[in-house]
């Protein structure tokens, strides 16, 4: 919020976001050494550590826009790369880096933990910043193999139905032992988990490896997503499980695609998003209510964002 508020060169808050600057190094190095120190014992750590919302891709993320030429980003990035390409062993079984000893939700156990593969917790939120990070111009060494990487990871675990590609939302220890994941089809298509946030993270690897076969295949997978019957699934209007993280995500996505399939499906999206814009959680919250809703809304109407960049936290541009 402070960057965005200092973005127009005035003064108000810019001491705040200085002061703020400090700590956010701070923290991130504090981080950072837990984060060595647990893989230096080769053991799984939890997606608090690593991802969008709680851990250092969030941290990440914010360092990219405030100060892209640190250090500390650099830190960061050499941290995901070491993450997405060294493998863990668990009893035999190999894992990856990022796997995660808490269940991805207290309804829904993984006993032995889970690699969890959505845009919030998961490897596409590792993908989307390392991507966006090369997209930018700023690389660590094993950047582009770290993007390598999980795109096979993606490309291994995608399933294909009559209603297009579709990815499970984690995979447990049965999963990797079977090959194949337990999770029957689809799950909701929301930005947080499912194919909208998948596609996106997928597209933006693509671009930054300039590979347009794989970007073609990306948007596929999401224009197939717009146009199935799943959407309708979704709970509720919000940025992070409903309408407004679809329609923002696919904004994004449109205005980078290189297929013409996508962008149709935005009259349509904001349509239904404005018919259904009250049914959030009734907060003023920016990812599950009111503000959020609005802010895509807002996109919506101008064609352009309201307030410039004010997604990027989002993980979409």
């Known amino acids: 919020m402070l960057h965005t508020a200092t973005a127009d060169g005035q003064p108000r808050y810019q001491h705040a976001a200085r002061t703020l600057d400090r700590h956010l190094h701070r923290i991130t190095h504090s981080r950072l050494d837990a984060a060595q120190a647990r893989m230096a014992h080769k053991a799984p750590g939890t997606f608090d550590e690593y991802d969008l919302f709680y851990g250092l891709t969030g941290l990440g993320l914010i360092l990219l826009r405030t100060a892209p030429a640190s250090d500390t980003l650099a830190a960061v990035l050499t941290y995901l790369h070491r993450l997405t390409t060294q493998p863990l062993t668990l009893d035999g079984l190999h894992a990856p880096g990022w796997w995660a000893t808490r269940d991805p939700d207290p309804l829904s156990p993984t006993p032995g933990g889970h690699a969890n593969l959505g845009l919030a917790h998961g490897a596409a939120g590792i993908l989307a910043l390392l991507a966006l990070a090369a997209r930018a111009g700023h690389t660590v060494d094993g ?18 139905s009559d209603g297009g590609p579709w990815w499970p939302q984690w995979l447990t220890r049965d999963d990797l032992r079977a090959g194949q994941p337990t999770q029957p089809g689809p799950g909701r298509p929301s930005l947080c988990y499912g194919t909208p946030g998948i596609a996106r993270a997928l597209q933006l690897a693509a671009i930054a490896l300039a590979d347009p076969a794989r970007q073609a295949d990306a948007e596929h997978a999401l224009a197939t997503c717009l146009a199935g ?32 399939g996508i962008g149709a499906h935005l009259p349509g999206l904001a349509a239904a998003l404005t018919a259904r814009a009250s049914t959030t959680d009734g907060s003023t919250a920016l990812l599950t209510g009111a503000t959020g809703v609005q802010l895509v809304l807002e996109t919506a109407r101008r064609a352009a964002p309201p307030v410039s960049g004010w997604d990027s936290c989002l993980l979409l541009c």
């Open 229 to 260: 019957p799943h959407l309708a699934g979704l709970p509720d209007a919000g940025l992070c499980h409903g309408l407004a993280g679809v329609y923002q995500a696919t904004s994004r996505a449109a205005a980078d695609a290189i297929t013409p």
């Open 143 to 160: 950047h582009h193999d770290a993007i390598i990487s999980l795109c096979a990871w993606f490309d291994q675990w995608r399933q294909d």
